[in-house]
Structure formats: structure tokens, C-alpha cells
């Protein structure tokens, strides 16, 4: 007969809690799964930024409205990525992906 709260069958004269093993190397596995995925992202970021060396968007400014009449104003902001730092993102990507690879 087995008592309660024995670990195992094989040994019934030793009861205590029923706990599960810790799972070695969790967080590690997981540390690692998020460097590669931040340097995958840096590499990419950085090679868009190299291939197209900015990016444009709408601002809206000024609006009024007159009755049924509203007016906008818009205004194109352009920005642009310094090819250094779309350079230093592909290089820390890279560091990345070497640092935390299966060995």
C-alpha cells in the first residue's frame, strides 16, 4: 500500500510532497531564443535602413473647421537613418546571433 503524498511507488516508506523536478536550463533556453530574435530584427532593421536610408511620414499640423467645411493642413516629415547606424545595428545583430549560438 502506498501512503499519501509519497514521491514515488517504489520507495512508500519515505512520504513527502509530490513535486515536479526543476527543469534544468530554462531560462537560458529562453535567453537565448530572445537574443536571436532581437538580432534577427537588428539585422533586418538594419539592412532596410541601408537600402532605403529613411523613411516618410504624414503629420497633420493645423486643423479648423468652418460649418460643414473642415480644413487640414499636412505636412511630409521625412527621416533619415545615418548609414552608421544602420551599420552598427547589423553588426550588433550579428554579435547576437554569434554569441548565443548552439554549441
Known sequence: ??????????HPEH???ATAPPVPGFFPDMTMGIAKIIGILLIAAGALGLIYGG??????????KLGPIVL??????TVYVPIILSAAAIGLGVLLLVAFRNK
Open 55 to 64: 523613411f516618410t511620414y504624414t503629420k497633420e499640423t493645423h486643423s479648423a
Open 1 to 10: 500500500m502506498m501512503a499519501v503524498g509519497c514521491v514515488s511507488p517504489s
Open 15 to 17: 512520504p513527502g510532497p
Open 72 to 77: 487640414q493642413v499636412q505636412e511630409k516629415e
